[in-house]
């Protein structure tokens, strides 16, 4: 599976940015997809998971409430819909391609795609 991540960019505090991820190759229908963060000089970090067809999310509970995964098999995409965005969401988000949903440790996932820049300004 290939991945390419869209939709980073600057933005003030409180605003809303939405990801894409779109995937190529394999199918994607077969794969739950999760999404991680590296902010600069910090460990990546697990943003969230959605399950192959969509019906089931998990979040980090610090992001619940803030961030929102979904998907279109349809159209081999997804999505992270992030809210009330803050100054320490600023990094590089990056979608992962898994074979199970109980993986929450990037190590484990399958594909990766290149990461794309989000930056909160205070």
């Known amino acids: 599976v290939q991945l390419q991540a869209s939709g980073g960019g600057l933005v003030q505090a409180g605003d809303s940015l939405r990801l894409s991820c779109a995937a190529s190759g394999r199918t994607f229908s077969n794969y739950a997809m999760g999404w991680f963060r590296q902010a600069p000089g910090k460990e990546r970090e697990f943003v969230g998971i959605i399950n192959s067809d969509g019906g089931s999310t998990d979040y980090p509970g610090a992001l619940k409430g803030r961030f929102t995964i979904s998907r279109d098999n349809a159209k081999s995409t997804v999505y992270l819909q992030m809210n009330s965005l803050k100054p320490e969401d600023t990094a590089v988000y990056y979608c992962?391609?898994?074979?199970?949903?109980?993986?929450?440790?990037?190590?484990?996932?399958?594909?990766w795609g290149q990461g794309t820049l989000v930056t909160v300004s205070s």
């Open positions: 992962a391609a898994a074979t199970s949903y109980y993986y929450r440790d990037g190590a484990k996932y399958s594909y």
